[in-house]
């Protein structure tokens, strides 16, 4: 497997985000091995992992909006807003009806509140670590934005609902709060992940290059011969360029007359070389 590249991965339930990256660790040894997008041990679907030089662009891809099928259980919220966790509160359960007036409440830019037990930093300590040995924390609002929800079916008891979310979005906490909007409680029984930006896990046999290019996000710049030793330098100044396909785009394949040399960020008008091919 090349240094550079992108592998979208299926994730089973029942290992962590980290545990999942075993395999491909072991085929890289060496190399540097990380993901975009982490997923909680109870769920499932697609994660990106990043190798070499692509683990460069993972505040890239981690801004990317995300969509999943999820799975909410109502009447018993637990600590963990997941199966994982102990029963903190009851309630009764809503109706189709009152589900079908509330989930479209959600749509749009909103505040939410992150899970206790979640990854976040609060005053310089992990959330779920302090919430482990029981102490209260004042979890802070975020901004998000969830572009579309669909509730696809209500058994009286679980609800599967269809959701595309902005980066920083906890389907957890949408299940807390969908569950106290209609007058119940309810934590996630199932999540599964579909997509990432723009990709799905049908596109897990495309080659690093087609799934950068999805993105949208890069243009291709010609780079002159002359200008090597100053490319090589880390910065791509203007004269160096020779043609740019798409200069509006912020991100940029970067090659010279004997291919692909690497690829770099547009900034101040020049180029940031971030990871190189060659």
Known sequence: MADFS?????????????QSLGRIKRENKGVKVGHAGTLDKFASGLMVVLTGGATKLNPIFSSFDKEYIASI???????????????????????LATLESVIPAFLGKQKQIPPQYSAIHVDGKRAYKEAR???DIEMPERDIEISSINLLSYDGTEAVIRVS???G????????????????RAHLS????????????????????QLLEKTGLLSAV??????RKLVENGTVRRRAVLSDSAPEKPYAFLSFSDGL??????????IRVIARLQ
Request: no cysteine; proline share 5%; hydrophobic share 30%.
């Open 6 to 18: 992108i592998i979208l991965m299926d994730k089973a339930p029942g290992e962590t985000s980290f």
């Open 73 to 95: 259980r109502f009447g018993e919220e637990t600590d963990t807003l997941d199966p994982e966790g102990e029963v903190i509160a009851e309630a009764e359960k809503p109706s």
């Open 133 to 135: 040995k029981g102490n």
């Open 165 to 167: 979310v902005s980066k």
């Open 169 to 184: 979005t906890y389907i957890r906490s949408l299940a807390r709060d969908i569950a106290l909007k209609s007058g119940s």
């Open 190 to 209: 199932a999540l599964r992940r579909l997509r990432i930006g723009p990709w799905t896990l049908e596109d897990s046999a495309l080659p690093t290059s």
């Open 222 to 227: 010609t780079l002159r011969d002359d200008e």
């Open 261 to 270: 040399y690497g690829i770099g960020e547009k900034t101040d008008g020049r």
